[in-house]
């Protein structure tokens, strides 16, 4: 690694107070080749104007104006993707990290040849500028996040880091880019579990102007991430969510199906087999917008994935009930052989349409 160039990220809502201010220091302090790209989710007090204004003056500054989406993850994936150098470095807009850490981040980066550097609010004991409530829940949540990393990492939570853009690229869809704590998406995925990792200390401050994002929803969105890595460990989380649609749908058939009994609309036959078919295509859907949604089916491709779905869950019915009737035949209680029947047939269908239908996940 021998660049010398940085592309620094820094995501923006509504804090046109501080970015002239960021410009400054870093146009100031960074010592090396530098573009500043911010990623602004639609700001409604004049920080788009206030970013394109300085765009003009110097062509180093880069907006992108995001309209419909939201979310600091997703933010910062959308500037490092789009960075023009190798080494990207992320930076919260509130000014709380030190822009002298963009230096000594790439110093370390490039002496070490490292694929991510963290600038860690915790190593060596920093006093931090954060109120207790958030400094207790910083820790806490690194030392729940030790139950998941390979690694030994002092703020595997922090909001400020260098990536490396190729590696970043080659785990990108790996990442939920979910909240606001994207650096532990990123390690704790497959691929970044592998990656060259340090620290560097911070000296954390004092916030400039604007208020803080940190809101309940962005903390359960963390919950949801940390919960599915962690299951991630030890069962694939696809067919976690395969199996969480398959009983939606066992919910759903019973449901539409006492329906159309109960108004007798059609027969038992005709009710079951309409019955079967909603509820095929209703999990199909879910499990293209949510299991898979990383191979997200669409067009003509959408009804042909729903075409395969749908022939091999048929077979799977099938399979459920000769595991079934087979358990019987050996002195299998009724319930226990449904059961494994039942779970049979989810193997079966996942581990097809994992590989057929949604192939290139």
């Given at each position: 690694m021998t660049q010398k160039s940085i592309s620094i990220v820094c995501p923006t809502l509504n804090e046109v107070n501080n970015v002239e201010a960021i410009y400054s220091k870093i146009s100031k302090i960074v010592s090396y080749e530098w573009e500043l790209i911010f990623v602004d989710d639609n700001s409604q007090d004049g920080t788009r104007k206030k970013v394109e204004s300085l765009s003009k003056k110097d062509r180093r500054v880069r907006l992108i104006n995001r309209v419909g989406r939201k979310g600091l993850a997703s933010a910062a994936s959308e500037g490092i993707l789009s960075s023009v150098f190798d080494l990207c470095v992320l930076i919260d807009a509130d000014l709380q990290h030190d822009i002298n850490n963009i230096n000594t981040m790439t110093n370390l980066a490039l002496k070490k040849s490292l694929d991510v550097v963290v600038s860690s609010r915790f190593k060596n004991q920093q006093i931090l500028s954060l109120s207790r409530n958030r400094e207790n829940m910083s820790r806490i949540g690194n030392n729940l996040i030790d139950l998941i990393l390979n690694r030994k990492l002092t703020d595997p939570l922090s909001g400020c880091f260098l990536i490396n853009k190729e590696k970043y690229i080659q785990l990108h869809h790996?990442?939920?880019?979910?909240?606001?704590?994207?650096?532990?998406?990123?390690?704790?995925?497959?691929?970044?579990?592998?990656?060259?990792?340090?620290?560097?200390?911070?000296?954390?401050?004092?916030?400039?102007?604007?208020?803080?994002?940190?809101?309940?929803?962005?903390?359960?969105?963390?919950?949801?991430?940390?919960?599915?890595?962690?299951?991630?460990?030890?069962?694939?989380?696809?067919?976690?969510?395969?199996?969480?649609?398959?009983?939606?749908?066992?919910?759903?058939?019973?449901?539409?199906?006492?329906?159309?009994?109960?108004?007798?609309?059609?027969?038992?036959?005709?009710a079951q087999l309409t019955t079967s078919y909603i509820v095929m295509v209703s999990n199909f859907w879910l499990n293209n917008?949510?299991?898979?949604?990383?191979?997200?089916?669409?067009?003509?491709?959408?009804?042909?994935?729903?075409?395969?779905?749908?022939?091999?869950?048929?077979?799977?019915?099938?399979f459920s009930l000769a595991i079934s009737s087979y358990l019987l035949t050996l002195e299998f209680s009724p319930i226990v052989s449904g059961m494994l029947g039942a779970v049979s047939a989810s193997l079966w269908n996942y581990v097809l349409n994992f590989r057929y239908t949604w192939k290139n996940i």
């Open positions: 790996e990442l939920f880019l979910s909240g606001f704590k994207i650096l532990f998406d990123i390690l704790s995925s497959k691929s970044g579990r592998l990656l060259k990792v340090d620290e560097v200390p911070i000296k954390f401050l004092k916030r400039r102007s604007g208020a803080s994002k940190l809101r309940k929803t962005i903390l359960l969105q963390f919950l949801w991430t940390f919960c599915a890595r962690y299951i991630e460990k030890y069962i694939p989380l696809t067919f976690v969510l395969f199996c969480i649609v398959g009983s939606l749908g066992y919910c759903l058939h019973y449901f539409i199906l006492s329906y159309f009994l109960d108004n007798s609309f059609a027969s038992f036959s005709i917008t949510y299991t898979f949604g990383q191979s997200k089916l669409s067009g003509i491709e959408f009804f042909i994935g729903l075409f395969k779905f749908m022939f091999f869950c048929s077979f799977g019915a099938f």
